[in-house]
């Protein structure tokens, strides 16, 4: 009886949050008369999959995509480098004041982002980088504490004489850190990378904020625009987000394995 209850709960929850997103894609199909028909129907007799062409060349989407897939792609490569190399240090290295160094570097996830951006625009607007993307890519290149602290519990769980051993085969650090734990850390280097495109995707106050001109849009922004210029077309505007929805799914498809060992593993210190 209460197996039945749990699956029953679990499945009561797993449609809870599934509904928002079908009832969007059905949208998104619908032609224009089943789309405020009363009472509403819910799988359309004609699915109108043309909607998501027309929806996509409404605006120039395939700019806004290559601009995200830029900015996710460059930023991704350099948050897993930056912030495995930190968590290595912090781990392996032990000198003068690290954990007061680390202490800090964790009180740094407690400010938040909309107090930093005032300063981090008139930096980037000294450097020159307003309207490019360059500050939606250059920051993650020196790591996320919150990253550091995930992959710095991973690597705490790797024996220490797995590097004492090569020491005295003739590797330096920098060898032990590439050789040796970024391939033990693929698990967590998977899990960062999976929370870092989701951030870097899902972005829009930073694109709103560092981008004027309109062919620098991400997929974000150029959705948000979209919305404004079309309000009224309930179709395309669900046609673009069950698009903008596809990407990250895939990832998440692909790496939930991973996902939940780097979790696992980052949460444990042997």
């Known amino acids: 009886m209460l197996r039945a209850f749990t699956y029953g709960a679990l499945i009561f929850l797993s449609a809870m949050f599934i509904l928002p997103f079908y009832w969007t894609f059905i949208t998104a199909v619908k032609s224009v008369s089943e789309l405020y028909q009363y009472p509403p ?7 109108q999959w043309e909607n998501f062409i027309t929806a996509w060349f409404k605006q120039p989407f395939d700019v806004y995509f290559k601009n995200s ?9 350099g948050q897993l480098f930056s912030s495995s190399l930190v968590a290595y240090g912090f781990a392996r290295f032990h000198f003068k004041g690290r954990d007061v160094i680390f202490i ?6 407690m400010i938040p982002w909309d107090v930093k951006m005032i300063p981090l625009y008139m930096e980037f607007n000294m450097l020159g980088w307003i309207n490019t993307l360059k500050p939606l890519i ?15 519990q991973y690597i705490m769980t790797v024996p ?16 032990i850190y590439w050789r040796i734990h970024l391939p033990l850390m693929m698990p967590a280097l998977v899990l960062v990378g999976t929370f870092h495109f989701m951030n870097a995707w899902n972005d829009y106050l930073g694109p709103l904020i560092f981008l ?16 404004g210029l079309h309000e009224t077309d309930i179709t395309s505007i669900a046609a673009i987000t069950v698009l903008l ?3 990250p799914l895939i990832l998440f498809f692909f790496a939930q ?8 593993g980052s949460s444990v210190k042997g």
């Open 41 to 47: 129907v819910f799988w359309p007799s004609d699915v």
């Open 69 to 77: 897939a830029i900015v996710v792609v460059m930023s991704t490569i």
């Open 104 to 109: 800090i570097l964790l009180a740094t996830m």
């Open 138 to 152: 250059v920051p993650a290149y020196f790591a996320e504490a919150f990253f550091v602290f995930l992959l710095r």
């Open 160 to 175: 220490i004489e797995i590097d004492e051993a090569a020491r005295m085969d003739g590797a330096n650090s920098w060898q």
């Open 212 to 227: 004027n001109d309109q062919s620098k849009y991400t997929l974000t922004l150029g959705l948000s625009m979209f919305k």
């Open 245 to 247: 929805c596809i990407p």
């Open 257 to 264: 394995r991973y996902i939940m060992d780097g979790a696992i």
